[in-house]
Nanobody, 127 residues
Framework: QVQLVESGGGLVQAGGSLRLSCAAS???????VGWFRQAPGKEREFVAG????????YYSDSVKGRFTISRDNAKNTVYLQMNSLKPEDTAVYYC?????????????????????WGAGTQVTVSS
């Protein structure tokens, strides 16, 4: 089992920055961690992902160049640094983890590839 707890959400003006944290615990060997977000009335979408061993990162086109995902192995924590925030970044942000490698139809950008989810943290960007 893997438990995930997100923190760091809040209200920020457009152009500002926030850093989200995802603390993982439990008896596990995590393969990958992803950040997803869901705005009201919209489907949950992939934001960024990282392979725990090796640190390979992935980003959606909408956040590439503005967001950075990273991990701290000693703290079992994944971070999402969000810069140049826009009102359209407003959403509940979820951290997700998987203990199974991505291959074939199991893609890093699909929510169904992750078996463990946090409760989410609200990010609101005002214009």
């Amino acid at each position: 089992q893997v438990q995930l707890v997100e923190s760091g959400g809040g209200l920020v003006q457009a152009g500002g920055s926030l850093r989200l944290s995802c603390a993982a615990s439990g008896r596990f060997s995590v393969y990958g961690v992803g950040w997803f977000r869901q705005a009201p009335g919209k489907e949950r979408e992939f934001v960024a992902g990282i392979i725990w061993s090796g640190g390979t990162t992935y980003y959606s086109d909408s956040v590439k160049g503005r967001f950075t995902i990273s991990r701290d192995n000693a703290k079992n924590t994944v971070y999402l640094q969000m810069n140049s925030l826009k009102p359209e970044d407003t959403a509940v942000y979820y951290c997700a983890a998987t203990t199974i490698a991505f291959y074939g139809s199991r893609r890093y950008d699909q929510a169904g590839s992750y078996g463990y989810w946090g409760a989410g943290t609200q990010v609101t960007v005002s214009s």
